[in-house]
């Protein structure tokens, strides 16, 4: 499964940005896709995920309140809605998905479990 990550920019702070992530393969709309990110000099984590149906959703504590992930199946498309963007959420963020429906916390999580991956799209966001 290929995916194709997309939106990223320069935004002042408090800015916004809406990142796109598709797949023309059919099973990116039954897989859970997460969008991680990844700061220079940090570790990659977890920023959201979304079930298949979208009807269950993780966030990451740092980003609750201000970001939104969603999914339009007809359009094989996950976005992650970014609002009141701070500086400390410049990095490179990345899509990837699991290749399976199955949902819980303890898995979707973990960037082991995302099979696939798109090549990332940088967010800089500038105080």
């Known amino acids: 499964v290929q995916l194709q990550a997309s939106g990223g920019g320069l935004v002042p702070a408090g800015g916004s940005l809406n990142l796109s992530c598709t797949s023309s393969?059919?099973?990116?709309?039954?897989?859970?896709v997460g969008w991680f990110r990844q700061a220079p000099g940090k570790e990659r984590e977890i920023v959201a995920a979304?079930?298949?149906?979208?009807?269950?959703?993780y966030y990451a504590a740092p980003v609750k309140g201000r970001f939104t992930i969603s999914r339009d199946n007809a359009k094989n498309t996950v976005y992650l809605q970014m609002n009141s963007l701070k500086p400390e959420d410049t990095a490179v963020y990345y899509c990837?998905?699991?290749?399976?429906?199955?949902?819980?916390?303890?898995?979707?999580?973990?960037?082991?479990?995302?099979?696939?991956w798109g090549q990332g799209t940088l967010v800089t966001v500038s105080s």
């Open positions: 979304i079930n298949w149906t979208g009807n269950n959703w």
């Open positions: 990837a998905a699991t290749g399976t429906a199955g949902w819980s916390l303890a898995i979707v999580t973990k960037s082991s479990t995302y099979k696939y």
């Open positions: 393969e059919r099973t990116f709309a039954t897989s859970v």
